[in-house]
């Protein structure tokens, strides 16, 4: 229930389906803790979690082992930039956010600017889709959930309403973030 109340995942016919952010986690732990993620490492650990609840190996030993080797593999991090993650993520999640269609053969490029490329970009709210020539191009998509396994849809941020009357400029409607004005 965390999981679908923190959108990692949403249940869609009793399973479950992740969400943009639990692909982001997902293609994180995949690019750089690979041994984590792998099937062959928790059938290990609950093999030995097995054997600690049958009094066969102590606890402490394997907790030990376990954070000795965590530890090395955070230390192997340490000298990642957030330029080469997102980098990683970017590619290794091309195919969801990036998906080419007969419509839009090339998803990535700036639908404004016209010579920009787009790619996953990081700020103060979490993850997001972005144009390469910013700030000249401002161009900005929050990502969200398409509802299937088949690539991801954008949102492409504010919406115009209608026009104010005395200056016939546009009204829009933009989201923050404490929700829309």
Not at 40 to 69: K, M, P, R, Y
Not at 88 to 96: I, M, N, R, S, V
Not at 119 to 137: D, H, M, Q, V
């Amino acid at each position: 229930r965390v999981l679908q109340d923190r959108n990692y995942v949403r249940m869609e016919q009793r399973r479950f389906v992740p969400e943009d952010r639990g692909r982001l986690v997902t293609e994180f732990l995949s690019q750089f803790f690979k041994r984590y993620v792998e099937y062959d490492f928790t059938a290990s650990l609950e093999e030995q979690l097995d054997s600690i609840s049958d009094n066969q190996v102590d606890w402490h030993d394997v907790l030990t082992q376990f954070w000795t080797d965590f530890k090395a593999a955070v230390g192997e991090t340490s000298e990642l930039t957030i330029t080469h993650v997102l980098d990683a993520l970017d590619e290794g999640l091309a195919q969801h956010f990036f998906k080419p269609t007969e419509e839009n053969p090339n998803p990535r490029k700036c639908t404004s600017c016209e010579d920009g490329r787009l790619g996953l970009k990081l700020g103060k709210f979490g993850a997001f889709i972005g144009c390469s020539n910013y700030p000249e191009c401002k161009v900005t998509k929050q990502l969200k959930s398409d509802g299937d396994d088949g690539g991801a849809e954008f949102s492409d941020g504010p919406k115009t309403v209608g026009t104010d009357p005395v200056t016939s400029k546009p009204v829009y409607v933009c989201k923050g973030p404490y929700g829309f004005y």
